[in-house]
Nanobody, 123 residues
Framework: QVQLVESGGGLVQPGGSLRLSCAASGGSLEYYAIGWFRQAPGKVREGVSCISSTGANTYYADSVKGRFTISRDNARNTVYLQMNSLKPEDTAVYYC????????????????WGQGTQVTVSS
C-alpha cells in the first residue's frame, strides 16, 4: 500500500509561486496515476490537475490552466505541482492522491491520499 506525503505549502503573496511535492513510500509511483486536489473552507474538494502513470497525459482545471504545471519523477517516486501567478482564490488545503488506472479529475476514484498541505495566498 502506497503512502503519500505532501510538502511545499505555505504563505505567499498574490502573484507569487510555490512548488508542491507529493512523495511516495511503500510502493512505486510508476504504476499510479496521480491527482492534485484542493479544498477550501466550506467548499467541496475539487480537482486541480492530474497526470498519467507515465507522465504522457496531463489535465488541468480551467481555473489553473496556464498557471500550474504538474510533473513527475518516477525515479524519485515524487510528483510535483508548480504553481505560478497565485491568486487569493487558490487558498486551500492541497492533497495528492494515487490510483491504479487512468488519470481522472474525479476525487472519488482515487484510492490513496496524503494528509494535505496548506496553501495561503494573501498580501
Amino acid at each position: 500500500q502506497v503512502q503519500l506525503v505532501e510538502s511545499g505549502g505555505g504563505l505567499v503573496q498574490p502573484g507569487g509561486s510555490l512548488r508542491l511535492s507529493c512523495a511516495a513510500s511503500g510502493g512505486s509511483l510508476e504504476y499510479y496515476a496521480i491527482g492534485w486536489f484542493r479544498q477550501a473552507p466550506g467548499k467541496v474538494r475539487e480537482g486541480v490537475s492530474c497526470i498519467s502513470s507515465t507522465g504522457a497525459n496531463t489535465y488541468y482545471a480551467d481555473s489553473v490552466k496556464g498557471r500550474f504545471t504538474i510533473s513527475r519523477d518516477n525515479a524519485r517516486n515524487t510528483v510535483y505541482l508548480q504553481m505560478n501567478s497565485l491568486k487569493p482564490e487558490d487558498t486551500a488545503v492541497y492533497y495528492c492522491a494515487a490510483r491504479r488506472g487512468l488519470a481522472t479529475m474525479n476525487y472519488y476514484q482515487y484510492e490513496y491520499w496524503g494528509q494535505g498541505t496548506q496553501v495561503t495566498v494573501s498580501s
